[in-house]
Every structure is written in structure tokens, then in C-alpha cells.
């Protein structure tokens, strides 16, 4: 077999030791990480918080992130403040939808089991912008997509972030529906979650390129099929292209993320997939690469 694609350089293979815990192996967006200290990274359809420590990764946590008409920003940032039970100082915004809900306005909520914020408040970026990781009242929020733009956690989950970040901690806040990671056979699997931002396509032009050169330049035969079907499915559950049968992703799989959007040239904002490579069966369109990737 041939070595492994470019793609692949400088991106170690991280040991998901923390799986089963986490309730599974989780696919891992393609973000350059900071290898010289604490770097958290989100990806926003996943509602999934990854923990780095100098390059490896370290914990993974579920998170509640922005609806759709509150949605949270992507960008790089940096932790700024950390408050241990804080008081939530309701913003006007929210203010107003207690009025029209005809509920109580408040305007400042003590820290208790009634706050929001729940026991902890990780601030990123400038406190201007709002935003933070944190706490909450209603675990059973979390996953999913319920906040007002920040993001929310478990209230065990984010003490034992704030536990381990510090003031400076990177943050790289991101949106990628189509995952690509490697296995410790060298078998490559495509993970494919909701576009329920509806943000416009940066990432799909370059799908189909990046998959016939991987299939190329590591001798291995993927099945163009299964790339079709996830992309309609977009369940957000692994699927191995190159497995000669399909099956399940192993909990202690060795998994890293394949380096295709993260080089240098493409860094250039949060990957996004608006519509699925067109399928087959009856489709008046094409299928992906259909003569040069297996249909099988």
C-alpha cells in the first residue's frame, strides 16, 4: 500500500480513549489545532466541544448551540473569563420575549438551580459580543440546537472544562457538515450531519477531488455509493468508504481527521454543505465521479 496521502501530514492519529464514555467514536472536524497548548474547538452541526492538549485530544463533550434565528458565530477567538455560579443579566433581546410571552421580565437572574447560566460561565472573545460556554437549568437541553447563540453544556460538563482552560485558551468555533477521518487500518470514513444553518456550500466542490486523490494515492478502492446515500441520509452516522463490507465504527478505533479543508489555501472560513453530491437511482443528475469510484 502507498504511503498516506499529503493530506494526512502533520495531523497525528489521536486515540479515542475517551469513546465509550462519550458514547461512542466521534468523528473529528478538520481544524489546525494549537500543538503548543489548550485549544477547544466546536463544530456547530455536530453539537460537539472538542478539549486539545498540545495537538492531542484529550475529551469530547455534547453541546446545545445557537437556533436557527439566534445562531452561533464561527470564528477564532480566545477564552476571557471564567465565573464559577454567576448571575445571568438578562439581555434586552430576551427581555423582550419574556414581555410578548406574557411571562415575568427579568432582568437579572441569581446564580441557583433556576439559572440559566447554570454554575459556570467560560467567556470567549470580547465581552461585548455575549459569548460563552456554559451552564445549564435544563440538562436535557443539550445536544442540540436550542441556544441563543452561546454555547451550553452540561453543568458537570463545563466545571470540568473550566477546570482545565484558562484565560488565553484558543477557541476556533466552527461549521462543518462533512467529516472525513482515518481509522488505524488507513480505512477512511464520511460522516454527514444537517445543514440546519442552511449556510452556502464551501467544502462540496472540493469532496469529490479529495476523495478520488486519497483513493489514488493509497491504493484503495471506496465505494461511491455509500458517499451518495450519506450525503441524502445525512444522519450524522460514520460510514466507511473503503471497507470492502460495511460496518459499524469500532468504539477503540484509533480515528483522525483528514487534512482537506484545514491547508493553507482553504482556511479561509467555516466549511459548509448547503446540498448532497446528486444521487442515482432515477435522478436526472449525476452521481459522484461514477467511473471512477466503485458503485458498489
Known sequence: MKSKHAFLAGVGLVCLSIAARAG???????????????H????????????FDKGQLVRTFPVAVGKM?????????????????PAW?????????????????QTVVPPGADN????????????????????????????????????????????????IVSPGTEVTVTYQTVLLNTDGNGDLWLTVYHNLYQHDDVSMRLLADTL??????????????????ALRE???????LSCAQPRPAKTDANWAALRWLSTPSREEG???????????????????????????
Open 116 to 163: 440559566p447560566l447554570g454554575r459556570m460561565f467560560i467567556r470567549f472573545g470580547e465581552p461585548g459580543l455575549g459569548l460563552g460556554i456554559h451552564g445549564t437549568n435544563a440538562p436535557g437541553s443539550v445536544p442540540g440546537f436550542r441556544s441563543h447563540g452561546c454555547v451550553r453544556m452540561k453543568n458537570e460538563d463545563v466545571l470540568a472544562l473550566g477546570g
Open 24 to 38: 461512542g467514536t466521534i468523528p473529528m472536524p478538520d481544524v489546525t489545532v494549537n500543538d503548543a497548548g489548550r
Open 270 to 296: 467555516p466549511a459548509t454543505v448547503t446540498a448532497p453530491i446528486p444521487g442515482e437511482r432515477g435522478s436526472a443528475r449525476q452521481s459522484l465521479a461514477p467511473q471512477r469510484l466503485s458503485r458498489s
Open 89 to 105: 443579566h438578562v439581555p434586552r433581546s430576551i427581555q423582550e420575549e419574556m414581555r410578548a410571552r406574557g411571562k415575568p421580565v
Open 69 to 85: 434565528l439566534t445562531r452561533t458565530p464561527t470564528g477564532s477567538f480566545e477564552v476571557t473569563g471564567i465565573y464559577r455560579d
Open 212 to 229: 478520488l486523490a486519497w483513493q489514488k494515492d493509497n491504493g484503495r478502492t471506496l465505494y461511491g455509493k455509500r458517499v451518495d446515500d
Open 234 to 240: 445525512r444522519s450524522g452516522r460514520p460510514v466507511c
Open 40 to 51: 477547544v474547538v466546536i463544530n456547530l452541526p455536530q453539537t460537539r466541544l472538542f478539549l
